[in-house]
């Protein structure tokens, strides 16, 4: 067959997580296979939504304030209620932690399963009005040998989750996702309404040229990372400095990431003693992917994927993306100690 032609063996995402499931053997169960064909058809949901939001009334806020002291927009709690709703449902899950939801959502006896969701149900809010990229982040644990579903079963070091992923609405839906074996990158193909595996293996190049953070912060940056800033724009030798991308969806900035190598960052600092990224839903799953891509997720002194958390909405620096550039980084913090 020419090589321009159609291809007539395509992978879906539910073929290619059916396989994986094949790889463990009869002590599979299916059940992590059924709870990410639920996630999928939520990003399906939510990207049909956010296509339609100016058309359909769903730009702008929802009049409520969530746990975060941020206003919700309508699109943050029509993807939070998406996300539950299919959640409970798929019979899969015993807790969920959402962004939008001040508690931990412990599902009741008649649905319960055995996974625990953590996620942002909506990423980056403040890019919906002006269409540009927003995203769903997710990470999955098991829950703890007989326990019935607490809020222990969350508070865990992120490199304890068993799946981790984030959808990307932009010019097209496109879902990341980790089991713990690599990434593997999917593109929605709207007419068939199926995830087409677009990005096997994704591998973050050892050094990129690009630096995402964002700058209008600078004034409250401790030095060590004024420093790397400066080092990155007035290399020494010759060298040429790196570009600035920054779009303010950790999601769309992440999988510029993945894909270009550099670095994403979004330090503490003198205003945000603890950074302004959530650990649970959004720096874990981006952590979880970015090593398992060969890349490094730190917070500037130790590894983000080791945090134990001890509350559901907590926060933390974060710096991740290629390894040479991440090291780059480390070495200014390390000459502070
Ligand atoms: P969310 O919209 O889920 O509240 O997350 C917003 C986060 C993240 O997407 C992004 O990296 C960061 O906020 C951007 O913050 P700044 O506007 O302070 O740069
Ligand atoms: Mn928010
Ligand atoms: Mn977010
Ligand atoms: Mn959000």
Redesign the pocket.
Known sequence: MSEDFPNTDIITLTRHILSDQLRLGPAATGDLTLLLTAIQTTSKFIANNVRKARLINLIGLAGETNV?G?EQKKL?VLSNDIMINALRASGKTAVLVS?ENEEAIIIDDKFKGKYCVVF?P?????NIDAGVN?GTIFGVYKLQPDSKGSISDVLRPGKEMVAAGYTMYGSSANLVLSTGFGVNGYTLDSSLGEFILTHPDIKIPARGKIYSF?E??SMYFHSPVINYLKSIKFPANGKSPYSAR?I????A?VHRTLLYGGIFG?PDDKKSKKG??RLLY?AFPMAFLTEQAGGIATTGKGRILDIIPTSIHERCPVFLGSKDDVNDLVKFYQLHE
């Not at 909506?122 to 403040?126: A, E």
């Not at 303010?248 to 999601?251: D, L, W, Y």
């Open positions: 975060q941020e943050d962004e942002d909506l990423d980056g809010s403040s927003i964002n209008g912060n920054y303010g969806s950790m999601v900035d979004y302004k990224l959004e």
